[in-house]
């Protein structure tokens, strides 16, 4: 340029009239950005499985093969890797989440049930006339969360077994598998646990509490 900033302001000036529309100054994890980017016709990608599709886009190919950045075969390989990273993290984090369950929560479910049913037999068995409300209301409360987590992992288990088992028709596909019924079974099973978390003394949860994450030095 014979004058750069001239020609510098020349660049911003219109930079920002062609894409002042994706500029948000407020929360951008909020809602009132999703209603305003739908209005300004944005897109809102709210997950990796579909944010991929954009590496293979045909716009994203004619722009990285103009400028000689990748070809179309590199981008479709890349597209293909970050499926496989993708459901390679949700299967691992997925079967740690069901031997953390099976070899550390059930057991300590079954641990405390023990000892609540033990107490209330305990008092019954003394013939006074001992209000038990406490005990048989936390065994009742216990027992039923226990079920459920129980209900959950079996679940989750299938769900495993489907996607190691299972024909997807593509790789995408595979992917939206694990999105869809793999992600939503293991938060269920979290959620069921964090009930049991509420609910359980300290000596039996065999975990780290929210309490000691955050208290605890």
């Known amino acids: 340029a014979e004058d750069f900033n001239v020609e510098l302001n020349r660049i911003v000036r219109h930079t920002m009239r062609d894409h002042k529309r994706i500029i948000f100054n407020g929360n951008n994890y909020s809602a009132e950005w999703i209603e305003e980017a739908k209005r300004r016709g944005l897109p809102n990608i709210d997950n990796s499985v579909?944010?991929?599709?954009?590496?293979i886009a045909p716009k994203t190919i004619e722009l990285f093969e103009r400028f000689g950045v990748l070809t179309r075969r590199e981008l479709e390989a890349r597209y293909g890797i970050y499926h496989d990273n993708y459901v390679s993290t949700l299967n691992i984090e997925a079967l740690?989440?069901?031997e953390m369950a099976k070899r550390q929560i059930l057991p300590a479910i079954i641990k405390y049930t023990r000892?609540?049913?033990?107490t209330l037999n305990s008092l019954r068995d003394t013939g006074l006339a001992v209000d038990v409300t406490i005990e048989s209301g936390m065994l009742k409360e216990v027992s039923a969360a226990g079920a459920q987590f129980r209900t959950n992992l079996s679940k989750l288990e299938k769900l495993i077994e489907k996607a190691h088992t299972g024909d997807f028709e593509s790789i995408k596909a595979h992917s939206v598998f694990y999105r869809d019924k793999i992600f939503p079974a293991m938060e269920a099973l979290r959620e069921t646990a964090d009930r049991l978390e509420t609910l359980m003394g300290d000596e039996y949860w065999p975990l780290s509490t929210y309490t000691d994450l955050m208290?605890?030095?």
């Open 50 to 55: 579909d944010a991929f599709d954009a590496a």
């Open 115 to 118: 000892f609540l049913s033990d």
């Open 96 to 98: 740690t989440m069901v």
């Open 215 to 217: 208290f605890s030095e």
